[in-house]
């Protein structure tokens, strides 16, 4: 069964995600989408996503394809659906491709090759904008902890802990002591060799990645996920680290999402409520400019790269580029372009080698590498940004 994952239109409202990787590489839950996908039908799944990328993420096509939209997250009555899918057919809701069953020659151009249309009537969990990435958090937490967990046994944790509630699961190598963890209320996910430090509080469901670490005296609540190799810190609420990144100290980190290779300074804040209640406006990179979520509270949206100094403060529903670098006292403006240097008092284009520096120290400390295939990416990035850099 080759599953192929491909991006499409939705691409353009997932920015500055997408600019470092395809939609199904998006973390939500415990795994990312690519992960649920391949998880539920025990195969390895690729990519359909832009030609910079597809160096990194591969695409393999078969006489018989599956092509899934990569923005969509299974569920078992979805999954039955598709894998009944007849040669020609595509499965469409609200006029939005969800799956299609092509050959090989007509999956080249699939969106102009499908014979068939068949609606789907029921709900479904679509990442259509960066904002869904926390809004279904909740849910797609307790669907991973079923799926990761099941017909398996928790490795013990030490009686030093106070834990509340029985959904709570534990890998092997997991060190927790003096932590409060209430799991009654969501489910609490620890990965391989991850570990939470004295004092930490911990309720609402939490996702904690395989060797990331809940530094003491943490408070983490409203259904968060930390993806792998994350250190974090202070208060998060309802918020996302995709993996990499670095929120180690005190400061609020609200309704956000971070990308890869991030770090927050320490005693960051970011807003997530304006002060006049009403609903958040968000950059949108399809729109280019302003556009309105409905949703009331939207912190930090930062794509991968990215960094701020000490006391930094996000405004109400900020977006970051790719690679960016802000520091300074006042609030930065609520759109803050790839490769940005600089903060309230003013912007700069962050150079492209000094990016492309910064970025091989921090990825060496993680002991990997800022290859020839990331270097390539990043410096395609760059220039497709260049327009909102018009400092």
């Known amino acids: 069964m080759n599953i192929i994952l491909f991006d499409g239109e939705l691409r353009k409202h997932l920015l500055p995600f997408t600019y470092t990787r395809p939609l199904a590489e998006m973390r939500l839950g415990i795994l990312t989408i690519a992960e649920k996908w391949a998880k539920h039908l025990e195969t390895k799944v690729c990519y359909y996503t832009p030609s910079y990328l597809a160096e990194k993420f591969k695409l393999k096509i078969t006489a018989d394809n599956y092509l899934v939209n990569g923005a969509l997250c299974p569920d078992m009555r979805l999954l039955g659906k598709i894998v009944e899918l007849k040669m020609g057919d595509g499965l469409y809701k609200d006029g939005?491709?969800?799956a299609a069953r092509l050959n090989g020659?007509?999956?080249v151009d699939f969106e102009e090759t499908i014979k068939n249309s068949i609606t789907y009537e029921h709900e479904i969990n679509i990442v259509d904008r960066p904002w869904k990435l926390f809004t279904l958090n909740q849910q797609e937490l307790k669907r991973d902890f079923d799926l990761v967990t099941a017909g398996r046994s928790s490795a013990k944790l030490s009686n030093t802990n106070t834990i509340i509630g029985n959904e709570i699961f534990a890998e092997e190598g997991v060190e927790v002591e003096g932590a409060i963890i209430n799991a009654s209320t969501g489910p609490v996910y620890l990965g391989k060799n991850a570990k939470i430090l004295e004092g930490s509080l911990v309720r609402n469901g939490l996702a904690l990645g395989e060797e990331s670490v809940l530094k003491m005296g943490a408070k983490i609540y409203g259904a968060t996920t930390i993806g792998p190799h994350c250190k974090v810190g202070g208060e998060v609420h309802n918020s996302i680290l995709f993996g990499y990144?670095?929120?180690?100290?005190?400061?609020?980190?609200?309704?956000?999402?971070?990308?890869e290779w991030c770090n927050l300074?320490?005693?960051?804040?970011?807003?997530?409520?304006?002060n006049n209640y009403d609903f958040v406006k968000l950059w949108s990179y399809v729109k280019g400019g302003f556009d309105k979520t409905g949703e009331?509270?939207?912190?930090?949206?930062?794509?991968?790269?990215s960094k701020c100094g000490i006391n930094t403060m996000f405004n109400t529903g900020t977006v970051v580029g790719v690679s960016a670098n802000i520091y300074g006292a006042g609030f930065p403006?609520?759109?803050?372009?790839?490769?940005?240097?600089?903060?309230?008092?003013g912007m700069q284009e962050y150079a492209l080698n000094k990016a492309m520096l910064t970025a091989?120290?921090?990825?060496?400390?993680?002991?990997?590498?800022?290859?020839?295939?990331?270097?390539?990416?990043?410096?395609h990035i760059f220039e497709e940004t260049k327009t909102y850099r018009n400092f």
């Open 96 to 98: 939005v491709l969800l």
């Open 105 to 107: 020659e007509d999956t």
């Open 245 to 259: 990144s670095n929120k180690g100290h005190d400061g609020y980190l609200g309704n956000s999402v971070l990308g």
């Open 265 to 274: 300074g320490a005693d960051t804040n970011t807003s997530n409520l304006k």
């Open 296 to 305: 009331q509270f939207c912190g930090l949206i930062m794509g991968d790269h």
């Open 333 to 345: 403006r609520n759109f803050i372009p790839s490769f940005s240097w600089g903060g309230p008092q």
């Open 360 to 379: 091989e120290r921090v990825m060496a400390r993680r002991d990997l590498a800022l290859d020839e295939t990331e270097q390539k990416i990043l410096n």
